[in-house]
């Protein structure tokens, strides 16, 4: 069974040399390495292909002549694979192990499921995001999907199988940035096999030279001092995930589909985020967060209807006063915060 290691990539050149070479060390014997660039302006065009031909391994290194954007050369990479399963790698992400892809072979072919979901680690850190708590196959269905949508938001550690990529793959969710959570709610929410590997598969966020490789935190300064509202993207996340499964139930449905969505993200991403902002020493951003996540305007691309803004209304304002709490209250708060938000995965 070939696995192909998808990574999008795009001005990452150091950083993806770290992360080929996590490929290269795995013991498993049939793995691909699909490399998109998205028109990349650094070294990458030669560093890459150079690194690819000396490394022995098989590989397919597709050269976007334009910049496509994140989702569509994501979705280019897993295009381009030939394997049967494609595990999603970040250009600054490893693969977490030299094992790691044998065991994770083990799993698959045993469930043979539609998609599979794994932990990860920061690279820095050591500190694993627990997307999953238990090692198990299930059948997909909506509520399911409504359950492990959350688990999604970061692509590495994401493996679809090759025939339930090609079944749902769609450009009509490029620009949102999210297209792996319709991917996955889509498969997940269509009755798809799902598989949930309970250990860590990948390391996100790896060092090299300067240090690592940018992030949102980098632009959090900005907001200093500037009124400017933003919903952090969590309206194209509620966006792409309800219409993922709006196709699979009842338009009677569809609104209760919308609150359980929004529900969840405020009541984690969206306090999240305002927690990481001020541990960031960005309370102007934390601020212009909250101003961006007022229910009408988060539900804006979704639900502009009273009732489901007025069913959110608590929960937004509930995250919100968390702004009012010291910090070192909620650093004692946030793992027992998170634990109850995965309870059920």
Same mark, same amino acid.
């Given at each position: 069974?070939?696995?192909?290691?998808?990574?999008? +990539?795009?001005?990452?050149?150091? &950083?993806? *040399?770290?992360?080929?070479?996590?490929?290269?060390? #795995?013991?498993?014997?049939?793995?691909?390495?699909?490399?998109?660039?998205?028109?990349?302006?650094?070294?990458?065009?030669?560093?890459?292909?150079?690194?690819?031909?000396?490394?022995?391994?098989?590989? +397919?290194?597709? +050269?976007?002549?334009?910049?496509?954007?994140?989702?569509?050369?994501?979705?280019?990479? *897993?295009?381009?694979?030939? %394997?049967?399963?494609?595990?999603?790698? %970040?250009?600054?992400?490893?693969?977490?192990?030299?094992?790691?892809?044998?065991?994770?072979?083990?799993?698959?072919?045993?469930?043979?499921?539609?998609?599979?979901?794994?932990?990860?680690?920061?690279?820095?850190? &050591?500190?694993?995001?627990?997307?999953?708590?238990?090692?198990?196959?299930?059948?997909?269905?909506?509520?399911?999907?409504?359950?492990?949508?959350?688990?999604?938001?970061?692509? $590495?550690?994401?493996?679809?199988?090759?025939?339930?990529?090609?079944? &749902?793959?769609?450009? !009509?969710?490029?620009? @949102?940035?999210?297209? #792996?959570?319709?991917?996955?709610?889509?498969?997940?929410?269509?009755?798809?096999?799902?598989?949930?590997?309970?250990?860590?598969?990948?390391? $996100? %966020?790896?060092?090299?030279?300067?240090?690592?490789?940018?992030?949102?935190?980098?632009?959090?300064?900005? &907001?200093?001092?500037?009124?400017?509202?933003?919903?952090?993207?969590?309206?194209?996340?509620?966006?792409?995930?309800?219409?993922?499964?709006?196709?699979?139930?009842?338009?009677?449905?569809?609104?209760?589909?919308?609150?359980?969505?929004?529900? +969840?993200?405020?009541?984690? @991403?969206?306090?999240?985020?305002?927690?990481?902002?001020?541990?960031? %020493?960005?309370?102007?951003?934390?601020?212009?967060?909250?101003?961006?996540?007022?229910?009408?305007?988060?539900?804006?691309?979704?639900?502009?209807?009273?009732?489901?803004?007025?069913?959110?209304?608590?929960?937004?304002?509930?995250?919100?006063? @968390?702004?009012?709490?010291?910090?070192?209250?909620?650093? !004692?708060?946030?793992?027992?915060?998170?634990?109850?938000?995965?309870?059920?995965?």
């Amino acid at each position: 069974m070939r696995i192909s290691v998808c990574i999008p +990539q795009y001005n990452r050149c150091a &950083h993806l *040399l770290v992360a080929l070479e996590s490929i290269r060390a #795995q013991t498993y014997g049939n793995v691909e390495v699909v490399v998109s660039d998205d028109g990349s302006t650094d070294e990458s065009r030669t560093a890459i292909p150079e690194y690819l031909a000396r490394s022995g391994m098989n590989y +397919q290194y597709i +050269q976007q002549e334009k910049n496509l954007g994140y989702d569509a050369n994501l979705r280019a990479a *897993l295009a381009g694979a030939t %394997g049967e399963y494609l595990f999603i790698l %970040g250009n600054d992400d490893v693969i977490h192990a030299p094992t790691t892809l044998a065991e994770i072979a083990t799993h698959l072919k045993e469930s043979r499921p539609d998609l599979a979901i794994g932990n990860v680690a920061d690279a820095r850190t &050591h500190e694993v995001a627990m997307r999953v708590t238990k090692t198990r196959s299930l059948a997909g269905s909506p509520e399911v999907a409504l359950t492990m949508f959350r688990a999604l938001s970061c692509v $590495t550690g994401l493996i679809f199988s090759r025939d339930a990529f090609l079944r &749902h793959n769609t450009s !009509r969710y490029d620009g @949102s940035i999210f297209v #792996q959570m319709y991917l996955g709610s889509a498969i997940i929410a269509s009755g798809g096999r799902l598989l949930t590997i309970a250990s860590t598969i990948a390391s $996100t %966020g790896t060092d090299v030279g300067a240090g690592h490789a940018n992030s949102y935190i980098d632009t959090l300064p900005g &907001h200093r001092g500037n009124i400017m509202p933003s919903t952090g993207g969590l309206d194209e996340v509620g966006r792409v995930v309800c219409e993922a499964i709006w196709k699979y139930v009842p338009p009677a449905r569809r609104s209760s589909i919308t609150i359980s969505v929004f529900s +969840q993200l405020l009541a984690f @991403s969206y306090a999240y985020w305002l927690y990481d902002y001020r541990h960031n %020493g960005a309370p102007w951003a934390a601020f212009n967060l909250a101003l961006g996540c007022a229910p009408p305007r988060l539900l804006r691309k979704t639900d502009r209807s009273v009732r489901a803004s007025a069913a959110i209304a608590p929960i937004y304002l509930g995250a919100t006063s @968390s702004m009012l709490v010291p910090l070192p209250i909620l650093d !004692r708060l946030k793992a027992a915060v998170r634990s109850y938000s995965i309870r059920n995965r």
